[in-house]
């Protein structure tokens, strides 16, 4: 990774402990952690033996995420950064770039992929993805909206950094070490019925450059996804985020996957993006102390906990949409429930068209010891769009987690419509949890309204389940699943599973909530709520 000065020079803010985007992100564990090294071989193509094949191929399907080819539209396996052709379904509109793609002509690189691929987050790309018309000019420039007097300046500028993501560093760190970029281009009145899978597989490393590599050593590898949906074309995106472990490695270096989706949308055209970060394993339970099985207070299970080597793991992921056109639409469900000790996932909207839309489902599930951070950004530039958004956070043992949601107006985007509420729960008497919603609205002719919600388990509905005899186990892991359930129902139903599958969506949620699920009484009783 570079230094701090390495990238300010060029204008770039890295991450500093008191910076407003990163306040409550544990950034000291993350500038601790040595994350040096490269994947073995990395930017080349990953060749596997039958063997292999067959293994991670099962391991695929026990959880779920396999979808058969005809089943599928397209399909990109990663694993470690690395493309594997013999896992993946390559087609037209389901490529992978490489290096050498770019060196040479190809029908696939584009001018246009190539300045999608050179954008910035936070505005440090100020030409917009699409002129804005507005009476009889239009409107190009980020740092000039809504000027002269509300406009946000440029981005190295104290107030711009203030309200910024501080995705913008690493969204430049993935655009010079990725080693591939999974591109899907959908083209003009195309509608795939099927969706389009991207998976990226993290494992331990079966080989390292040097024999004695150490296992505080870690590496980092940088997916790229890119997607593009032409005219009045219809899609369906899921891309997971799992690990294998193959038990062949012999050390467990700590990873880092710095992860940058950047999606494009033309007029007419809908894409519904299904987003599942589940690496890390589960989280140790218990680290909150008390009840009657933890009568050391928690002390083994935090000792447990603290040395579980997921937790020197970090996953970042900027995810950047434009909407470029009329009445593009966008649907997400973006869901965090990795075992991972850091996590920062950071999403961007920009509605640049009327009557474009935008819809967010987002759940963040944290425990044990584990930093989470989830920001969204909705920006409505053009007039006449729409956006909803439904934040869902679970916090257990001595987790804490971040959201901070952001919905701008600006001047020329009068009529908009548009809500957002964030609901979060905490599970024992040491979690804790920042939702900071915000609305800054310049326009004078919306309707716009925000909120958000923390409490815990209703002791009053936890009596009701006991007294028809659930035992409190089940009781409290039948709250827990139903407070998340309807934004989990909103994930591309082919990956879903059915009801009583043991591998489905459900129940691999169920299993992270039992090891977050309270012991004992709390030391608050009764119920909270705060507003």
């Not at 026990?62 to 396996?77: F, M, N, P, T």
């Not at 995705?167 to 655009?175: E, G």
Request: with cysteine.
């Amino acid at each position: 990774m570079f230094p701090a000065y390495g990238l300010e020079q060029y204008g770039l803010p890295t991450p500093r402990r008191n910076a407003e985007p990163w306040r409550q992100f544990d950034v000291a564990g993350l500038v601790a952690t040595d994350y040096s090294d490269t994947p073995f071989d990395y930017g080349s193509i990953l060749l596997l033996d039958h063997d292999k094949i067959k293994e991670i191929k099962a391991k695929l399907i026990h959880d779920s995420i396999w979808l058969e080819d005809e089943a599928c539209a397209g399909r990109l396996v990663y694993i470690n950064g690395r493309l594997t052709p013999s896992l993946s379904k390559l087609n037209d509109h389901t490529v992978n770039l490489a290096h050498s793609d770019f060196a040479k002509p190809s029908a696939h690189v584009t001018d246009h992929v190539v300045e999608c691929l050179k954008r910035l987050t936070d505005g440090f790309t100020d030409q917009l993805a699409a002129d804005v018309p507005i009476r009889d000019s239009c409107l190009t420039s980020y740092k000039s909206l809504s000027g002269p007097n509300h406009n946000v300046g440029e981005p190295t500028k104290q107030f711009a950094m203030n309200s910024q993501q501080g995705s913008s560093c690493f969204v430049a760190l993935n655009s010079i070490r990725s080693a591939a970029v999974a591109l899907v281009n959908i083209p003009k009145d195309c509608n795939l019925t099927k969706p389009i899978l991207i998976i990226n597989i993290e494992q331990e490393e079966e080989k390292v450059p040097y024999a004695d590599q150490s296992e505080n050593v870690g590496f980092a590898f940088h997916p790229r996804t890119l997607i593009m949906a032409g005219e009045n074309s219809d899609v369906s995106i899921i891309q997971s985020y799992i690990s294998l472990d193959t038990h062949s490695s012999k050390v467990c270096r700590p990873k880092f996957c710095n992860g940058y989706t950047q999606i494009f949308i033309e007029s007419g055209a809908t894409v519904r993006h299904s987003y599942l970060e589940e690496t890390g394993g589960i989280v140790t339970p218990g680290v909150e102390g008390g009840g009657d099985d933890y009568i050391d207070n928690g002390t083994v299970a935090r000792l447990t906990e603290s040395q579980r080597k997921a937790l020197r793991d970090t996953h970042f992921e900027a995810i950047d949409i434009h909407i470029t056109g009329e009445k593009g639409r966008y649907e997400g469900t973006i869901m965090n429930f990795g075992g991972k000790g850091r996590s920062r996932i950071a999403t961007s909207v920009s509605l640049l068209r009327p009557h474009a839309h935008a819809n967010i489902n987002g759940f963040c599930l944290a425990g044990g010891a584990q930093r989470n951070d989830f920001r969204t950004f909705i920006h409505h530039i053009a007039p006449d769009t729409s956006s909803s958004q439904l934040q869902k956070n679970m916090i257990g043992g001595r987790a804490s987690t971040t959201f901070r949601g952001r919905i701008r107006v600006e001047q020329s985007a009068q009529k908009t419509d548009s809500q957002q509420l964030a609901r979060s729960i905490l599970l024992s008497d040491k979690a804790r949890v920042w939702a900071i919603p915000s609305l800054e609205i310049i326009a004078d002719d919306v309707k716009c309204s925000h909120g958000a919600t923390v409490s815990d388990l209703a002791e009053e509905e936890l009596f009701y389940l006991e007294s028809r005899g659930v035992d409190k186990i089940k009781a409290r892991n039948m709250l827990m699943y139903a407070f998340i359930d309807d934004v989990a129902a909103t994930v591309d139903p082919s990956i879903i599973g059915g009801k009583d599958d043991p591998s489905s969506l459900k129940s691999r949620i169920t299993k992270r909530l039992q090891a977050l699920a309270p012991r004992g009484a709390r030391a608050i009783q009764g119920d909270f709520q705060s507003i």
